[in-house]
């Protein structure tokens, strides 16, 4: 990891040095991300990011210099998704009407409802359900809004910040909201629970996972969302308790 000890490297061997920390973080935001999301875009944005961080970095922060430029660099990109607008209204909406239903099933059945469950509740055919979950695909377990007041209906990119106000990444690293979300997998349907540790731990790609649970890319695409739906059904409730 390179270190910048009293400026004595030229920036543009600095930012050579680290092109690759920006395809790096590009495309590990990509794998979270719709495919309409242009990974050059993101590099693009990312490559401004790491210029603005060489521009303001000082050695006397205390930090390495890449720890420093990779939170300017998924910023820049952040701004970028924000820009592109790249989730629809329509789309957010889907989502949490998804988690509404998990949430009140959960609390009706006492027990993590079914697919069909969950079609029958938002009154679709398994069809439509399953396109739904394939639309909604590219949703993160933890936003930034969720931080925030319920239901708000914002984009949670419109109010990422920069700033330390409300410090959600304090409250992500907090034991207590570890063990929310280890308790949250573990509540998972055994072939969900099953997904997100070759995703997530194992870091797979959807078409290995697929193959080895025998299904195909977009069923593995599908229940991945609906594993997050139900994850983040019980973290937003725990969140907006201040349980975590």
């Excluded at 910040?161 to 410090?167: E, L, N, T």
């Amino acid at each position: 990891m390179y270190t910048l000890h009293g400026k004595t490297s030229p920036k543009e061997e600095l930012l050579k040095q680290h092109a690759s920390l920006v395809k790096k973080i590009a495309y590990q935001l990509k794998a979270k991300l719709p495919a309409s999301v242009d990974i050059d875009d993101l590099i693009q944005a990312g490559m401004m990011g790491l210029l603005d961080a060489s521009n303001r970095y000082e050695d006397n922060h205390g930090a390495q210099f890449e720890t420093y430029a990779a939170q300017r660099i998924r910023g820049s990109m952040i701004d970028e998704l924000r820009r592109a607008d790249w989730l629809p209204r329509s789309v957010r909406k889907n989502m949490r009407d998804v988690e509404s239903a998990v949430h009140l099933l959960e609390q009706k059945l006492g027990r993590p409802p079914t697919e069909g469950e969950l079609a029958r509740e938002l009154n679709l055919s398994m069809d439509d359900f399953q396109g739904m979950l394939d639309d909604c695909s590219g949703h993160q377990l933890i936003y930034y809004e969720d931080f925030s007041e319920q239901d708000s209906g914002d984009h949670f990119l419109d109010r990422y910040q920069s700033d330390d106000s409300g410090d959600p990444l304090k409250a992500l690293l907090s034991s207590d909201f570890r063990e929310a979300l280890i308790e949250a997998i573990e509540a998972l349907p055994e072939r969900e629970k099953i997904l997100m540790g070759l995703y997530y731990e194992q870091e797979m790609n959807l078409k290995d996972i697929g193959a080895i649970m025998s299904v195909s890319e977009s069923r593995v695409c599908q229940l991945h969302t609906q594993a997050v739906a139900r994850l983040r059904a019980k973290l937003k409730e725990k969140l907006w308790t201040g349980a975590v």
